[in-house]
């Protein structure tokens, strides 16, 4: 008689990939049977829940929610890539986004560019009544590796051969996911897990659950990482405990990926589901407290600089135009703000400056043309967990 951790597993499958006889795993339908017992994680689950709640809280008191949104996005989408292998920093992809394009691989900061377009997406068509689904995870696939280094891997398509995960070779993988003739009847059954109106399965618990299925299936060539971290976010936005795309784990992930893969493993290898949800919850609690204080900071910040700006007397309605463009853009040039702001050079470029006495932004090049402006110390707040991974 199999155990009860033992039901919880898939199947192996002997398949060929690259010429060789690998052991596929093809993973049992969600939800897992025998069904999760929280009970000795409840506490976490409890804070997980209010931590959720008071960061969707945060959005409706914000002075500006699209543009907190705006940024930590771009920070979001930074993060996943990087975990990815991209190189990017979050400077460069201001920077690209402006036209003022960095000596920076062209090909990491234009993933990152396609990932930002790929959640926006997203939440538009579910905003628009669309469900969260197959069709819809495929177009933002799409979106995701239209450009870049992707291009050539099946954009919005799924698979049609077999992929593996670590190793070299199919040969010596960590992890080989289901071969192509069984990821439809994988997928129909993610698709109706998504669907499921379960009382009993709590939207965060069925986000903790889909992410690991999703990963499990990984039924693209490339990008599986990205959407699948972003499913996350989706499946709360759809379930109407977030008004905004505003929770993002890829920081959590990033610092953490040596237990992430492990716990992955473990879910395949051994059922272990209740470990993988107590990492989970951690992470969504954690990212919750920390994305409502990093939006307090930002907030805190805007209103201390507007009001030194107000002590500069007549210079200051300038300064202030320029500081709320700041707050879009961080990072930017006196060409690029007359044109933004409809404003001229010298008007320009003296707000610029009076920003820079009182300590607001910082002039980055030394230079007397062509000199670009950073607003430091949002940057900073922002900036916090982006270095990249060592290549």
């Excluded at 990017?88 to 402006?98: G, I, K, P, T, Y």
């Excluded at 969260?132 to 995870?137: A, E, H, M, P, Q």
């Excluded at 997928?187 to 109106?197: K, N, Q, Y």
Aim: glycine share 8%; with cysteine; net charge negative.
């Amino acid at each position: 008689m199999p155990t009860p951790q033992q039901t919880r597993l898939g199947v192996h499958i002997e398949t060929v990939a690259g010429s060789e006889k690998v052991r596929a795993y093809v993973p049992a339908p969600l939800p897992p049977v025998p069904p999760l017992d929280l009970a000795p994680i409840l506490r976490l689950y409890d804070r997980a829940t209010a931590a959720v709640g008071r960061l969707d809280g945060v959005t409706t008191i914000l002075p500006s929610t699209p543009l907190f949104l705006f940024m930590y996005v771009r920070k979001e989408a930074l993060l996943s890539s990087q975990i990815e292998g991209t190189q990017s920093s979050l400077s460069d992809l201001l920077l690209f986004e402006s036209d003022e394009i960095p000596q920076v691989a062209i090909d990491d900061v234009t993933e990152v560019s396609n990932y930002v377009a790929a959640v926006e997406h997203g939440v538009q068509r579910l905003r628009s009544g669309f469900p969260l689904s197959l069709r819809l995870i495929r177009e933002m696939h799409d979106i995701l590796l239209q450009s870049g280094r992707g291009a050539s891997k099946q954009p919005g398509e799924f698979r049609r051969s077999q992929n593996w995960i670590g190793g070299t070779r199919p040969g010596n993988a960590l992890f080989v996911p289901p071969p192509p003739d069984r990821l439809p009847e994988c997928l129909d059954a993610f698709e109706r897990f998504l669907h499921s109106d379960d009382p009993a399965m709590p939207p965060l618990i069925r986000a903790g659950l889909a992410h690991v299925q999703f990963e499990t299936i990984h039924p693209f060539l490339d990008g599986n990482g990205r959407l699948g971290r972003l499913l996350i976010t989706l499946i709360l936005c759809e379930a109407g405990v977030l008004r905004e795309p505003i929770l993002y784990l890829s920081l959590f992930l990033k610092s953490r990926r040596d237990d992430y893969y492990r716990l992955l493993q473990e879910v395949r290898q051994a059922g272990a589901w209740e470990a993988w949800m107590e990492f989970f919850l951690t992470g969504v609690a954690e990212t919750a407290e920390q994305a409502a204080d990093t939006a307090r900071e930002l907030f805190a910040l805007f209103d201390a600089d507007r009001q030194k700006i107000n002590r500069l007397g007549r210079a200051a309605h300038s300064a202030l135009r320029v500081h709320d463009l700041l707050q879009n853009r961080p990072i930017l040039t006196i060409q690029s703000a007359s044109k933004a702001l409809g404003m001229s050079f010298p008007t320009v470029g003296t707000a610029l400056d009076h920003l820079r006495e009182a300590g607001i932004v910082r002039e980055t090049t030394g230079r007397q043309r062509g000199r670009i402006f950073a607003y430091s110390t949002y940057l900073g707040l922002l900036d916090a967990g982006t270095e990249p991974l060592p290549a």
